[in-house]
């Protein structure tokens, strides 16, 4: 019974709601990625160290955003 | 970029020691780590039926709280970047940076400081040197601190240096 649980749950959930997370969340990245790209550049001490950062940073986004697509697809492919 | 005045150059930065960042930064990495353990500890002892369908689905939602914890660093590297002291040849220009959107900036003539000191408490301060620096100006009796920074002891020889050098 409790093995179930965990495979009914994914069962109720429409991949639309998936997408619709997804879209929640990159909306708010999009807008902290803004506020953070904007005062790395403005208030910096030194150029080297904000473009080192602002790629680590979005390197980060980019993989995650694409592990969380991937995953949806695949999820959606399969329900 | 802080604008300088002519002849103004900057001899170094004060800044929180790496261990402030590195604390938060192992508080970041157990929330990261933590949604995966529960599912492990969960599917042991509770048999949970993981099927292809089931593990994109929690990978799609692990995904999403790596993206907020992800923010949450760059957030807290920022407030971390961003608060120092700028000690040039002729002042030392003080920014607090609170969060992100709350920002002091003050500026103290090196001329008018009149005493410095560290407060260094604790083994791990001792050890790791990190210690509070105050500088005192003349007349106003108007401290400037700043916590938890970084070779404290050095900061303040440099300090005095440029001090001494300006009489």
């Given at each position: 019974m409790e093995g179930?649980?965990?495979?009914?749950?994914?069962?109720?959930?429409?991949?639309l709601f998936l997408w619709a997370g997804f879209l929640l969340v990159a909306f708010f990245t999009a807008i902290a990625s803004l506020i953070l790209l904007y005062h790395w550049y403005r208030f910096n001490t030194s150029r080297q160290m904000v473009i080192t950062a602002g790629i680590v940073y979005l390197s980060g986004v980019i993989v995650l955003n694409l592990i969380i697509i991937i995953s949806i697809i695949i999820f959606t492919v399969t329900s | 970029m802080i604008k300088l005045?002519?002849?103004?150059?900057?001899?170094?930065?004060?800044?929180?020691?790496?261990f402030v960042m590195f604390s938060e930064g192992v508080i970041l990495m157990f929330m990261a780590i933590l949604p995966p353990i529960l599912i492990l500890i969960a599917n042991?002892?509770?048999?949970?039926?993981?099927?292809?369908?089931?593990?994109?689905?929690?990978?799609?939602?692990?995904?999403?709280?790596l993206m907020f914890i992800w923010i949450l660093f760059f957030l807290a590297w920022t407030d971390h970047y961003l608060d120092?002291?700028?000690?040039?040849?002729k002042k030392i220009i003080n920014i607090d940076q609170r969060g992100i959107f709350n920002r002091k900036m003050t500026t103290m003539q090196l001329d008018k400081i009149q005493d410095t000191s560290i407060k260094v408490e604790?083994?791990?301060?001792?050890?790791?040197?990190?210690?509070?620096?105050?500088?005192?100006t003349a007349g106003q009796n108007v401290k400037i601190i700043f916590k938890s920074a970084s070779?404290?002891?050095q900061k303040k020889e440099i300090i005095n240096n440029i001090q001494n050098q300006q009489i």
């Open positions: 179930q649980v965990f495979s009914m749950m994914t069962e109720l959930v429409s991949p | 005045e002519p002849n103004e150059e900057i001899i170094t930065f004060v800044r929180k020691h790496w042991t002892y509770l048999k949970l039926n993981i099927t292809t369908e089931a593990f994109f689905f929690a990978l799609s939602l692990y995904g999403m709280w120092a002291w700028i000690v040039t040849n604790g083994i791990l301060a001792t050890f790791l040197d990190i210690g509070d620096l105050v500088v005192q070779q404290p002891y």
